[in-house]
């Protein structure tokens, strides 16, 4: 199976300051259909998941631009630029080029 | 709208069974895979089992595997998740949630939850 690590496991940040959270695999993510399928979620106190980020760096419809995602191989990252109260929650990755599809631990998001 | 509605969530004796359903509407139900994915208090999100919109191919986590079946009905718009032998550790909320053709997981639902206990 695909062990996905995320880091931190937890972020309290300021409101307007950038924030940042990695997610490593432990085998590359590059599907044979030549695409990397690592996705990004937020999971908002009480809420279920609702995508943000998908095949890496690709922002899902109604997502603020002040997300952004990047990566290759099996190092990836999600950058909000600006957090703003609504940011905070859990964020995950998950990696659907493998079975079993695997989700990293999550990253609590707090805000100062 | 994509809507997706999970129900027959509740408390169930250890060894025992109980069907969950995902109601689907907003969208052509056949031509998406759809997924099952739990939640244990307080932790974080498990894939639990994946049907394409044929029913042509499933999978299932090793955890699961022999002991939950997933089934879609698509004349019905439902997605249903047979549990048996239920064990302790299956106690989480469960969610449905939509995959497209390029392995998009998109769209998901509020959760049903499942918790075993006698």
């Known amino acids: 199976d695909i062990v996905m690590t995320q880091t931190p496991l937890s972020l309290s940040v300021t409101p307007g300051q950038p924030a940042s959270i990695s997610c490593k695999s432990s085998q590359s993510l590059l599907h044979r259909d030549g695409k990397t399928h690592l996705y990004w979620y937020v999971q908002k106190p009480g809420q279920s998941p609702q995508l943000l980020i998908y095949?890496?760096?690709s922002r899902f419809s109604g997502v603020p631009d002040r997300f952004s995602g990047s990566g290759s191989g099996t190092d990836f990252t999600l950058q909000i630029s600006r957090v703003e109260a609504e940011d905070v929650g859990v964020y995950y990755c998950l990696q659907v080029t493998q079975l079993p599809k695997t989700f990293g631990q999550g990253t609590k998001v707090e805000i100062k | 709208e994509v809507q997706l509605v999970e129900s027959g969530g509740g408390l169930v004796n250890p060894g025992g069974s109980l069907r969950l359903s995902c109601a689907a509407s907003g969208f052509t139900f056949s031509a998406y895979s759809m997924n099952w994915v739990r939640q244990a208090p307080g932790r974080g999100l498990e894939w639990v089992a994946s049907m394409t919109g044929d029913s042509a191919y499933i999978y299932y986590a090793d955890s699961v595997k022999g002991r939950f079946t997933i089934s879609r009905d698509n004349a019905k718009n439902s997605l249903y998740l047979q549990m048996n032998n239920l064990r302790a550790e299956d106690t989480a909320v469960y969610y449905c949630?939509?995959?497209?053709?390029?392995?998009?997981?998109?769209?998901w639902g509020q959760g049903t939850l499942v918790t075993v206990s006698s």
């Open positions: 949630a939509r995959e497209t053709l390029s392995y998009l997981v998109d769209y």
């Open positions: 095949d890496v760096s």
